[in-house]
């Protein structure tokens, strides 16, 4: 992630809505299309799959990643200030060309207005000069507020307030609907406050080069910021968040977790983690506690280890911790000592990522991070037309008809489970293009010429607008963690609606002009995959209508059980090309996604089939739909973001989202002849069919 968010810590905020298509720190674009393929329509200029990275040396029955994209991946080159590169990258830089467009003609905004709020944002980010005059000064009254803190109620307080501007503290707050009641929302509690992207980071030897170069960024920040003994400082702020990242539960298992429900009345919350000043912390995040009178805690494990700590731990150690977790949160906002500290931990080491993007670039991304739902309606309204939402819907109910199909056809399946599985589906609703109601920024204030400021207004009213949602019903037209111009998709478990942005739905990856199989090998994917979450191993768990139960009997729930093994187990010994056997995939950690990319493609060739047979085609050709499919995750990416991911993304390497899918497709062996010779072969007993 770019702008005024550490990539480190948006991961750990972002930790717990793992429900999307893409990686939530790169930049997400995709290859798709949509057109004839959903309706009656007259005949169109049909156009075919993008074949021009083909490598005819390397056979699609052996490896078809790299047959599709061989020549392009050894041809290309990563550019400097990226450290992925793909086809969805390709649209992400053409969405954010339009993006400056729209922003920079919104100087002269009448003041109030959300183009004045998005212009204020956009130009104090490009204003390098200022920002450099600044230096620290913008943080200047919360770092005076961590100072004064006398006593831990103090500082605790502090830390509340401080979490409601999105600065990493011992825990973070998310409001989002119940899961036992989806029609009201709840305030759930989960582990945070590591600078680092994952607890795992400061307990695996394997990050040793990780470590010293985050205590180096500490250090740099404490030095920029003129604290003294600077060197000191980093040493006692490192050696606390490592004692905090001992309580942190694995990534793998938060994943795996996703459907527990672990609610607590505020003095139970007392009860489970004596030692922290809950109270003083609640008075600083907000006025009304009230809203907090129950929570739900994700990792309960995790709290009694951060109060101990809190209780045990100097209170000067915890300023000092505070004050880093300050600078380090708005570093990439400040003067050039703190951002060039940010750029060389955050995407030098982290990603290997050369040398940082342009300008405007990062300015364009910070406007849409803090004022999406905004700039997303101005871009839907130039560049999202009505015909394309509407062959966007279309393509939708053609899905939705295959994945009945699929269902009624599922022999594993009981009656019982098959008709409340059917009954969710029929319930599945599609955001196309933009939310049905979005943000009102109204209460928001942005001046011009005080970039931080600015900021810290955007994160204060974001997290007031969030609990302001505890007081009225769930909205299933809003969208929680999409903006239409994201190129990236989602799908929500308690809500049972996908997001699909309108920057998504444009060329490559939607147009009106391209060949069906073409159509349902890329957005159909896209749009099946989200449906997919419906029934990975923590969709499953929610009825139609977003409540977490049991449903299954136990003759499925034992067979769907027995299919997510098989996934586990195909996916845990897979090495991306390049890296070394250790770094593997994750098959636990990705299960859910790679249970969705497999129902993804499953249901996109179910769909591609009822359209030819509306056509008169008995026997489709697949072998397009199949070469759509493997264009459209055509990426490079440095080996340090590839080792980085690995740990931290509940998605499969990009080759293992092409290969590893297609070889539990029958459609795939029929298409291409493969046979128990060739490598892209899988034993009919390791195959999971959905």
């Given at each position: 992630m770019?702008g005024?968010?550490?990539?480190?810590?948006?991961?750990?905020?972002q930790?717990?809505?793992?429900?999307?298509?893409?990686r939530a720190?790169a930049?997400?674009?995709?290859?798709?299309?949509?057109?004839a393929?959903t309706s009656?329509?007259?005949p169109?200029r049909?156009?075919?799959?993008?074949?021009?990275?083909v490598?005819?040396?390397?056979?699609?029955?052996?490896d078809?990643y790299?047959?599709?994209n061989?020549?392009?991946?050894?041809?290309?080159q990563?550019?400097?200030d990226?450290?992925?590169?793909?086809?969805?990258?390709?649209?992400?830089?053409?969405?954010e060309?339009?993006?400056?467009?729209?922003?920079e003609?919104?100087?002269?905004?009448a003041?109030?207005?959300?183009?004045?709020?998005?212009?204020?944002?956009?130009?104090?980010?490009?204003?390098?000069?200022?920002r450099?005059?600044?230096?620290i000064?913008?943080l200047?009254?919360?770092?005076?507020?961590?100072?004064?803190?006398?006593?831990?109620?103090?500082?605790?307080?502090?830390?509340?307030?401080?979490?409601?501007?999105?600065?990493?503290?011992?825990v973070?707050?998310?409001?989002h609907a119940?899961?036992?009641?989806?029609?009201?929302?709840?305030?759930?509690?989960?582990q945070?406050?590591?600078?680092m992207?994952d607890g795992?980071?400061?307990?695996?030897?394997r990050?040793?080069d990780q470590?010293?170069?985050?205590?180096?960024?500490?250090?740099r920040?404490g030095?920029?910021?003129?604290?003294?003994?600077?060197?000191?400082?980093?040493?006692?702020v490192y050696?606390?968040?490592?004692?905090?990242?001992?309580?942190?539960?694995?990534?793998?298992?938060?994943?795996?977790?996703?459907?527990s429900?672990?609610p607590?009345?505020?003095?139970?919350?007392r009860d489970?983690?004596?030692?922290f000043?809950w109270?003083?912390?609640l008075?600083g995040?907000t006025?009304?506690?009230?809203?907090?009178?129950?929570?739900?805690?994700?990792q309960?494990?995790y709290?009694?280890?951060?109060?101990?700590?809190?209780?045990e731990?100097?209170?000067?150690?915890?300023?000092?911790?505070?004050?880093?977790?300050?600078?380090?949160?708005?570093?990439?906002a400040?003067?050039?000592?703190?951002?060039?500290?940010h750029?060389?931990?955050?995407?030098?080491?982290?990603?290997?990522?050369?040398?940082?993007p342009?300008?405007?670039?990062?300015?364009?991304?910070?406007?849409?991070e803090?004022?999406?739902?905004?700039?997303?309606?101005?871009?839907?309204a130039?560049?999202?037309?009505a015909?394309?939402?509407?062959?966007?819907?279309?393509?939708?109910?053609?899905?939705?008809?295959?994945y009945?199909t699929?269902?009624?056809?599922?022999?594993?399946?009981?009656?019982?489970?098959?008709?409340?599985?059917?009954?969710?589906v029929?319930?599945v609703?599609?955001?196309?293009g933009?939310?049905?109601?979005?943000?009102?920024?109204?209460?928001?204030?942005?001046?011009?010429?005080?970039?931080?400021?600015?900021?810290?207004?955007?994160?204060?009213f974001?997290?007031?607008?969030?609990l302001?949602?505890?007081?009225?019903?769930v909205?299933?037209g809003?969208?929680?963690?999409?903006?239409?111009?994201?190129?990236?998709?989602s799908y929500?478990?308690?809500?049972n609606?996908?997001?699909?942005p309108?920057a998504?739905?444009?060329?490559?990856?939607?147009?009106?002009?391209a060949?069906?199989?073409?159509?349902?090998?890329?957005?159909?994917?896209?749009i099946?995959?989200?449906m997919?979450h419906?029934?990975?191993?923590?969709?499953?768990?929610?009825?139609?209508?977003?409540?977490?139960r049991?449903?299954?009997?136990?003759?499925?729930?034992?067979?769907?059980e027995?299919?997510a093994r098989?996934?586990?187990?195909?996916?845990?010994?897979?090495?991306?090309?390049g890296?070394?056997?250790?770094?593997h995939?994750d098959g636990?950690?990705?299960v859910?996604?790679?249970?969705?990319?497999?129902r993804?493609?499953?249901?996109?060739?179910?769909a591609?089939?009822?359209?030819e047979?509306?056509?008169?085609?008995?026997?489709?050709?697949?072998?397009?739909?199949?070469?759509?499919y493997?264009r459209?995750?055509?990426?490079?990416?440095?080996p340090?973001?590839?080792?980085m991911m690995?740990?931290?993304?509940?998605?499969?390497?990009v080759?293992?989202?092409?290969?590893?899918v297609?070889r539990?497709m029958?459609e795939?062996?029929t298409?291409?002849?493969?046979?128990?010779?060739d490598r892209?072969?899988?034993?009919a007993?390791?195959?999971?069919?959905?």
């Open positions: 770019t005024c968010d550490s990539n480190s810590e948006s991961l750990q905020r930790r717990l809505d793992r429900r999307r298509f893409l720190t930049a997400v674009p995709l290859l798709v299309s949509i057109a393929c009656d329509t007259a169109k049909s156009t075919g799959p993008d074949l021009s990275g490598d005819a040396a390397v056979r699609p029955q052996d078809l790299r047959h599709i061989g020549t392009w991946l050894r041809d290309f990563l550019p400097p990226k450290p992925t590169y793909g086809t969805f990258d390709e649209l992400t830089d053409r969405t060309l339009r993006l400056r467009e729209i922003l003609g919104l100087a002269g905004a003041a109030g207005t959300d183009e004045q709020r998005m212009h204020a944002v956009y130009t104090g980010c490009l204003d390098t000069a200022a450099d005059r600044a230096g000064t913008p200047a009254d919360l770092l005076a507020d961590i100072e004064r803190a006398t006593g831990k109620p103090d500082l605790a307080k502090v830390m509340g307030r401080l979490t409601a501007l999105g600065v990493p503290g011992l973070a707050v998310r409001v119940d899961r036992t009641d989806p029609t009201r929302h709840r305030v759930y509690l989960s945070s406050g590591l600078g992207p795992s980071f400061y307990r695996d030897g990050y040793a470590q010293a170069a985050y205590r180096t960024y500490l250090e920040l030095r920029a910021a003129g604290v003294p003994e600077p060197d000191v400082l980093a040493t006692r050696e606390l968040e490592n004692a905090i990242a001992g309580g942190h539960v694995d990534l793998a298992a938060v994943i795996e977790s996703m459907s429900y672990n607590h009345s505020w003095s139970g919350l489970l983690a004596p030692g000043d109270d003083a912390w008075a995040v006025d009304r506690p009230a809203r907090f009178e129950t929570v739900v805690v994700d309960p494990g709290l009694p280890v951060a109060a101990r700590l809190w209780a731990t100097d209170i000067a150690v915890w300023r000092d911790y505070l004050r880093l977790r300050v600078i380090s949160r708005y570093a990439p400040l003067s050039t000592a703190f951002t060039e500290a750029f060389d931990w955050n995407d030098r080491t982290l990603q290997g990522t050369q040398q940082p342009e300008q405007w670039r990062t300015a364009v991304r910070v406007v849409r803090r004022l999406g739902d905004a700039l997303g309606r101005a871009y839907a130039r560049h999202f037309p015909e394309s939402k509407k062959l966007a819907e279309e393509l939708v109910a053609d899905l939705l008809r295959a009945r699929a269902l009624g056809e599922a022999s594993w399946m009981s009656e019982a489970t098959r008709q409340t599985a059917v009954a969710k029929d319930k609703v599609a955001l196309v933009v939310p049905l109601r979005g943000r009102d920024y109204t209460g928001m204030t942005i001046r011009q010429g005080d970039f931080v400021a600015a900021l810290r207004a955007a994160d204060g974001e997290f007031a607008w969030q302001a949602k505890l007081e009225r019903p909205d299933r809003e969208w929680d963690f999409m903006t239409p111009a994201d190129v990236n998709a929500s478990w308690e809500l609606h996908i997001c699909l309108a998504i739905l444009q060329p490559p990856f939607f147009d009106p002009d060949d069906a199989a073409v159509n349902y090998g890329s957005i159909g994917v896209v099946a995959h989200e997919g419906g029934f990975d191993t923590g969709g499953s768990k929610y009825d139609a209508d977003g409540i977490l049991d449903w299954w009997t136990p003759e499925d729930k034992a067979a769907f027995a299919k098989l996934v586990v187990d195909q996916y845990n010994p897979l090495v991306p090309e890296l070394t056997p250790e770094q995939v636990t950690l990705t859910t996604e790679n249970f969705a990319d497999l993804g493609l499953t249901t996109a060739l179910a591609f089939r009822l359209a047979q509306r056509r008169g085609v008995a026997n489709p050709d697949y072998r397009s739909l199949f070469q759509a493997a459209m995750w055509r990426q490079c990416a440095s340090e973001y590839q080792a690995l740990g931290l993304d509940s998605h499969s390497p080759e293992f989202r092409v290969n590893q297609v539990n029958p795939f062996y298409a291409y002849g493969v046979q128990p010779a892209m072969y899988l034993e007993g390791k195959r999971v069919a959905m």
